[in-house]
Protein backbone atom coordinates (compact mmCIF):
# COMPACT_ATOMS: atom_id res chain seq x y z
CA UNK A 1 0.00 0.00 0.00
CA UNK A 2 1.16 3.53 -0.91
CA UNK A 3 2.65 5.86 1.76
CA UNK A 4 3.21 9.46 1.57
CA UNK A 5 5.70 11.07 3.78
CA UNK A 6 5.44 14.85 4.02
CA UNK A 7 8.68 16.93 5.14
CA UNK A 8 10.29 20.34 5.66
CA UNK A 9 7.53 22.52 7.33
CA UNK A 10 8.45 24.49 10.01
CA UNK A 11 8.49 27.74 11.94
CA UNK A 12 9.35 31.09 9.37
CA UNK A 13 9.35 34.67 9.35
CA UNK A 14 6.95 36.37 7.54
CA UNK A 15 8.48 36.79 3.50
CA UNK A 16 10.55 33.52 4.05
CA UNK A 17 11.10 30.62 2.82
CA UNK A 18 10.57 27.02 2.91
CA UNK A 19 10.93 23.91 0.67
CA UNK A 20 8.32 21.22 1.32
CA UNK A 21 9.26 17.63 -0.09
CA UNK A 22 6.92 14.21 -0.37
CA UNK A 23 8.58 10.66 -0.51
CA UNK A 24 6.08 8.19 -2.01
CA UNK A 25 6.62 4.61 -1.33
CA UNK A 26 5.95 3.08 -4.45
CA UNK A 27 6.96 3.55 -7.87
CA UNK A 28 3.21 4.20 -9.00
CA UNK A 29 3.97 7.88 -7.84
CA UNK A 30 4.76 8.94 -11.21
CA UNK A 31 1.11 7.27 -13.07
CA UNK A 32 -0.69 10.15 -10.75
CA UNK A 33 -1.09 13.76 -11.03
CA UNK A 34 -0.05 14.98 -7.71
CA UNK A 35 -0.71 18.18 -5.83
CA UNK A 36 -0.15 19.87 -2.36
CA UNK A 37 -2.87 20.66 0.19
CA UNK A 38 -2.90 22.52 3.01
CA UNK A 39 -5.68 22.44 5.93
CA UNK A 40 -5.22 25.39 8.37
CA UNK A 41 -6.94 25.26 11.90
CA UNK A 42 -10.81 25.33 11.29
CA UNK A 43 -10.59 25.08 7.79
CA UNK A 44 -11.33 22.71 5.37
CA UNK A 45 -8.65 21.06 3.44
CA UNK A 46 -7.46 22.86 0.30
CA UNK A 47 -5.96 22.13 -2.69
CA UNK A 48 -3.30 24.74 -3.63
CA UNK A 49 -0.96 23.51 -6.44
CA UNK A 50 -0.68 20.43 -8.42
CA UNK A 51 1.02 18.73 -11.86
CA UNK A 52 0.46 16.20 -13.88
CA UNK A 53 2.29 12.92 -14.57
CA UNK A 54 5.08 14.38 -16.04
CA UNK A 55 5.42 17.32 -14.03
CA UNK A 56 4.88 19.70 -16.95
CA UNK A 57 1.74 21.61 -16.10
CA UNK A 58 1.10 23.10 -13.20
CA UNK A 59 -1.71 25.02 -11.71
CA UNK A 60 -1.97 26.70 -8.44
CA UNK A 61 -4.87 28.26 -6.64
CA UNK A 62 -4.69 32.02 -6.88
CA UNK A 63 -3.70 32.93 -3.09
CA UNK A 64 -0.40 31.39 -3.68
CA UNK A 65 -0.07 32.01 -7.55
CA UNK A 66 3.62 33.53 -8.24
CA UNK A 67 5.00 32.83 -4.59
CA UNK A 68 4.41 28.84 -4.42
CA UNK A 69 6.35 26.43 -7.33
CA UNK A 70 5.23 22.66 -7.00
CA UNK A 71 7.65 20.19 -8.73
CA UNK A 72 8.35 17.01 -8.81
CA UNK A 73 11.03 14.02 -9.13
CA UNK A 74 9.56 10.87 -10.47
CA UNK A 75 13.16 8.86 -10.28
CA UNK A 76 13.17 9.48 -6.68
CA UNK A 77 9.26 8.68 -6.11
CA UNK A 78 9.13 12.69 -4.75
CA UNK A 79 7.25 15.56 -5.38
CA UNK A 80 8.30 19.48 -3.72
CA UNK A 81 6.74 22.50 -2.83
CA UNK A 82 8.77 25.37 -2.49
CA UNK A 83 7.17 28.54 -0.83
CA UNK A 84 8.47 31.95 -0.81
CA UNK A 85 7.40 34.89 0.34
CA UNK A 86 5.22 33.28 2.83
CA UNK A 87 2.45 34.92 4.86
CA UNK A 88 0.88 34.38 8.31
CA UNK A 89 -2.31 33.20 5.98
CA UNK A 90 0.06 30.22 4.68
CA UNK A 91 0.21 28.54 8.15
CA UNK A 92 -1.49 25.14 7.84
CA UNK A 93 -0.64 21.83 7.96
CA UNK A 94 0.35 20.54 4.20
CA UNK A 95 0.09 17.48 2.75
CA UNK A 96 0.65 15.94 -0.54
CA UNK A 97 -1.67 13.65 -2.20
CA UNK A 98 -3.19 12.46 -6.08
CA UNK A 99 -5.52 14.55 -7.67
CA UNK A 100 -7.85 14.21 -7.37
CA UNK A 101 -7.46 12.94 -3.94
CA UNK A 102 -8.96 9.66 -2.81
CA UNK A 103 -7.55 7.26 -4.99
CA UNK A 104 -6.14 5.19 -2.18
CA UNK A 105 -7.42 4.29 1.05
CA UNK A 106 -7.13 2.95 4.14
CA UNK A 107 -10.15 1.26 6.03
CA UNK A 108 -12.70 2.53 3.36
CA UNK A 109 -11.35 6.29 4.28
CA UNK A 110 -9.61 8.44 2.19
CA UNK A 111 -5.78 7.88 2.47
CA UNK A 112 -3.65 11.03 3.76
CA UNK A 113 0.03 10.90 5.23
CA UNK A 114 0.75 12.87 8.67
CA UNK A 115 1.53 16.24 6.57
CA UNK A 116 4.01 18.98 8.29
CA UNK A 117 3.35 21.98 9.96
CA UNK A 118 3.84 25.34 8.44
CA UNK A 119 3.96 28.08 10.72
CA UNK A 120 4.35 31.85 9.62
CA UNK A 121 5.08 34.00 12.32
CA UNK A 122 7.25 37.01 13.41
Known amino acids: QVEFVESGGGLVQPGGSLRLSCVAS????????MGWYRQAPGKQRELVAD????????NYVGAVKGRFSISRDNTKKTLYLQMNRLKPDDTAVYYC???????????????WGQGTQVTVSS
Open 97 to 111: NTVPSGIFTRGGNEY
Open 51 to 58: TTTGGDQK
Open 26 to 33: TSIFSEYP
